[in-house]
């Protein structure tokens, strides 16, 4: 190991037995339960350690992880019930497809493939899903294909990341890679999904991203959601320029930056008419439309005397789908064809007309316009899985709508206007 040399003494005693310690746990394998494929590339805990194993040392970037949807990505119910949904469907011709982003190391161990999806349906799974190892072992992507791919570095105790000037240690050897600040990095499992029908274009997920204002203007997907702030990278090092690992998205502020709403009422006698303006300020589609059923609502809500609620309306922001029979579904591992394609197109604006009896009885009423993500939807049968499924029952998250924005105007009734 280099350039131990310039470590001041007192740092350099500390480190060299944190690291020694750590050196002998962090790619020595751990019990799993899943066999070992030492053929070719050594045990799995030993080419992608488990999360857990990276937190003595990167205390901050462990717990901002922990928070995130990335450390559940093989957890939550309605992903279990998605899976037995794809599994016991005609479409499940590649087992292990889902895994393939949720827990992309089967891709290196392709003959653990049931272990994995045993893992996944236990609910407490012992892997991780996406966890450390399975972003900074990615060496490479290839996107000379729709559905980008990621090349694993599964052989040695290097890991990859931003920074050129990095710290030593005894437990793994660090390389930049300029990858690491790129969104290519992300497109590996954000950018595509396979469907039934091969639906190509079509089908992916962000849409004409790159020809945004916002990627123009040099952003990456990481300047967004893996926000630059000023902390330990390591434990005990000098602060530094870090990047967040709770990935903001639909949890997270990064929501309040979303859109934009804007509303415009006309009162013409008994009829009104309001126009929302929905400003996406999004670089990408809004929703990205994997789950088949994510959707993006605005609701409108009229509220007229003692705010009672006297008419109201919504526009849905998503893509519909049909199966290889024409039926409608919501599971896009079934979808043949897009029958319908509303959601917000990268920094679009859209204008929204709404039409009704202007309220009675009253001198002012109350225009309400909120944008938020729906709740998850679909066959009873998949509902009752995920409701099953889940410790909390009909009260799991996925059940819950998460509001974006809303903006509320109160209008004047002038009489006979
Ligand atoms: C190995 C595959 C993989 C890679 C690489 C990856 N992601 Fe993800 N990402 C996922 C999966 C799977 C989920 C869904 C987790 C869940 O909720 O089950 C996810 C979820 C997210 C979310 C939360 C979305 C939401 O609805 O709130 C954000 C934000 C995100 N990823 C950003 C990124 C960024 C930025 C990068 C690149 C630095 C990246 N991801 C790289 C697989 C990946
Ligand atoms: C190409 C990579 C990829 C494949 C293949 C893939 N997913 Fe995902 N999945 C993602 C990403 C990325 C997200 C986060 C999406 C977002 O928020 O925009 C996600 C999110 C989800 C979610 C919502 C988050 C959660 O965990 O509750 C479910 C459910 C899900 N996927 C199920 C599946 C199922 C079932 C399959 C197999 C049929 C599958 N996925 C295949 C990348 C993938
Ligand atoms: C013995 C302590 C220790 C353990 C255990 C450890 N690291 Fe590190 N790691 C460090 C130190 C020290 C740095 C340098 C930090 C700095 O330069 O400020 C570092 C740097 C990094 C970097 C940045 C490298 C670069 O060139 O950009 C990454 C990525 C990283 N570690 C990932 C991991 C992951 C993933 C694990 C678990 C598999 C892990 N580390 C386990 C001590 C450790
Ligand atoms: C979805 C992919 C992904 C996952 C999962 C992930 N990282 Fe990172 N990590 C990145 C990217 C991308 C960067 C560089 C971001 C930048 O500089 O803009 C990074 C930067 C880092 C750095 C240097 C900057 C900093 O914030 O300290 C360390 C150390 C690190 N990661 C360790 C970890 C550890 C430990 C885990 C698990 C607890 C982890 N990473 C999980 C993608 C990931
Ligand atoms: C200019 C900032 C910006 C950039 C760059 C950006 N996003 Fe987003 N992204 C957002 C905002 C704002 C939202 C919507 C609010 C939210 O969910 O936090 C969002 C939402 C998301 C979501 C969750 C929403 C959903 O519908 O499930 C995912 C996943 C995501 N982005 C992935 C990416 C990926 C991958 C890239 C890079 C190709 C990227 N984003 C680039 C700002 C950005």
Known sequence: MAAMTSWKPLRWTLAVAAGVMAALVLFAGGPSGLAQDAKSKGPMDKVFPASAKCKRCHERVFEEWETSPLSRSIHSPVFRAALDAYLTSGSSRDKVLCLRCHAPHVNEYPDQGPAFIAQAKSGDPAIDGVGCAQCHLIKQVDRSNIQPSPRYETGGKTLFGPYKDFVQNLAHQSIELPLFRKSDL??????????????GKSNDLLGGWEASK?????????????PEQVGESANGENKRKVANHSFPGRIGKLRQEAAKLE?????????TTVKVTVRSMVPHNLPTTHPGW????????IQGKNLKTVYSEQRVYGRTYADAKGQTTVFDFEAAKVLE???????ETRVETFTFPTPKDTKTFDVEAALSYAPVSGPPAFLQRIEAESSQGTQ???FQSIPITRQTVNIPVTPGG
């Open 214 to 226: 916002a990627v123009k203007s040099g952003k990456e997907c990481q300047t967004c959601h893996m």
């Open 263 to 271: 509303i415009a009422t006309t009162v013409k006698g008994d009829q």
């Open 294 to 301: 994510a959707r993006v609502v605005l609701d409108l809500n």
């Open 341 to 347: 394609n509303t959601v917000l197109k990268p920094e």
């Open 186 to 199: 992300c497109l590996n499992c954000h950018l595509a999904v396979p469907n039934a029908a091969n639906l």
């Open 396 to 398: 799991d998250p996925a």
